[in-house]
T-cell receptor, first 114, second 111 residues
Framework: KAGVTQTPRYLIKTRGQQVTLSCSPISGHRSVSWYQQTPGQGLQFLFEYFSETQRNKGNFPGRFSGRQFSNSRSEMNVSTLELGDSALYLC?????????????FGPGTRLTVT | DQQVKQNSPSLSVQEGRISILNCDYTNSMFDYFLWYKKYPAEGPTFLISISSIKDKNEDGRFTVFLNKSAKHLSLHIVPSQPGDSAVYFCAASGGSYIPTFGRGTSLIVHP
């Protein structure tokens, strides 16, 4: 069974631009969650989508948004990029709700904002 | 305010010995706990989990212990192998609480 895939793997953007990251979950998984990882901060929860509906949202500004498609694929968008948005963005899928099942992570997208 | 804490940023162990990684949590509503392992340039990989109805779960060389009264869990790796060198994250969730991760402990197993 193929794992979670994320594209692109690396991205360099300029302050003020916007970016869209993509995630394809494991086949059959209906929950997709997004996390931001920065040095020393661990994994910070961004949001979770289940059956195309956002179920939970972490403590991030409205510049961070996402969506999930009917095939469970998910995208995350960050508008008006700031230097502090430079991080590893991880997508994770689970067969059920994220708080009830183990999650399977993709390799991440490394975003650098200059 | 960190709800899940891993107070040791790093741990160094000799091959063949036991590795013990610790994690504390503050939210008594958490009832599902997980450990993930992360190698550089890869996403975290699920290792082992435990629900609050149990106090121990074992999977091969990995055992997780849960002490609900102390709000503490630990991961034991016996025997430790050089391939176990990675960053280990503990996570807690349950009910309507989103998965909350600690900041990780970097384990180095020396040959």
């Amino acid at each position: 069974k193929a794992g979670v895939t994320q594209t692109p793997r690396y991205l360099i953007k300029t302050r003020g631009q916007q970016v869209t990251l993509s995630c394809s979950p494991i086949s059959g998984h209906r929950s997709v969650s997004w996390y931001q990882q920065t040095p020393g901060q661990g994994l910070q929860f961004l949001f979770e989508y289940f059956s195309e509906t956002q179920r939970n949202k972490g403590n991030f500004p409205g510049r961070f948004s996402g969506r999930q498609f009917s095939n469970s694929r998910s995208e995350m968008n960050v508008s008006t990029l700031e230097l502090g948005d430079s991080a590893l963005y991880l997508c994770a899928s689970s067969r059920g709700l994220a708080e009830l099942y183990e999650q399977y992570f993709g390799p991440g997208t490394r975003l650098t904002v200059t | 305010d960190q709800q899940v804490k891993q107070n040791s940023p790093s741990l160094s162990v000799q091959e063949g010995r036991i590795s013990i990684l610790n994690c504390d949590y503050t939210n008594s509503m958490f009832d599902y706990f997980l450990w993930y392992k992360k190698y550089p340039a890869e996403g975290p990989t699920f290792l082992i989990s435990i629900s609050s109805i149990k106090d121990k779960n074992e999977d091969g060389r990995f055992t997780v212990f849960l002490n609900k009264s102390a709000k503490h869990l630990s991961l034991h790796i016996v025997p430790s192998q050089p391939g176990d060198s990675a960053v280990y994250f503990c996570a807690a969730s349950g009910g309507s609480y989103i998965p909350t991760f600690g900041r990780g402990t970097s384990l180095i197993v020396h040959p």
